[in-house]
């Protein structure tokens, strides 16, 4: 089945610690998205990738590092400089090709919480 | 920048009652539109999106929406709501003359079904 894998579906973080969340996608897609939800927020863009080996920072980047060493992979680190980690966290992906008016499809998220 | 507002973060209809769910942006041009859907704990999924031609589009399970230049709306409606239908709702836009693609999302509006 083609689509895109998150994981884990929760994660716990420690004070201090960063931690890296996962997203594959088996739909040859070029661009890849990492968006965070809160309750009542909708989604905040926090990286984003167009082709391998390039990405930019999206509206909410500060705490957050990506890398987009393989096209099927756009993994998102936590890191200890992000204070207020706790949300869901949502990879998409689209087929680039230049045009703005391509859809995006999305995992199942991953749930990141502190303790 | 784009922005795009959803009218009532919470709606409730009764099973068999019309749906309408309210989105507006904010553009001088007209954007690309998307409706997206999100069950509990999972990603999103897409409804229907607008990009040239025909304002009234139809989409999935049932539900259609109609962009109003005039009106700079995009509002999403379904004639007879089921119990399935309850979900959180997102309007979202991208901005047709920008090179890199980027969704800007409402902040979701959901939807309760009454039996």
Known sequence: DGGITQSPKYLFRKEGQNVTLSCEQNLN???????????GQGLRL????????????????????????KKESFPLTVTSAQ????????????PWGGQTNNIQYFGAGTRLSVL | AQSVTQLGSH?????????????????????????YVQYPNQGLQLLLKYTTGATLVKG??????????????????????????????????????????KLTFGKGTLLTVNP
Not at chain 2, 20 to 35: D, G, K, T
């Open chain 1, 83 to 94: 204070k207020n980690p706790t949300a869901f966290y949502l990879c998409a992906s689209s």
């Open chain 2, 11 to 35: 709606v409730s209809v009764s099973e068999g009652a019309l749906v309408l769910l309210r989105c507006n942006y904010s553009s001088s041009v007209p954007p690309y539109l998307f409706w």
């Open chain 1, 46 to 69: 926090i990286y984003y990738s167009q082709i391998v080996n390039d990405f930019q920072k999206g509206d909410i980047a500060e705490g957050y590092s990506v890398s987009r060493e």
């Open chain 2, 60 to 101: 999935i399970n049932g539900f259609e929406a109609e962009f109003k230049k005039s009106e700079t709306s995009f509002h999403l409606t379904k004639p007879s709501a089921h119990m399935s239908d309850a979900a959180e709702y997102f309007c979202a836009v991208s901005d047709r003359e920008r090179s890199n693609y």
């Open chain 1, 29 to 39: 897609h070029d661009a890849m998205y990492w968006y965070r939800q809160d309750p």
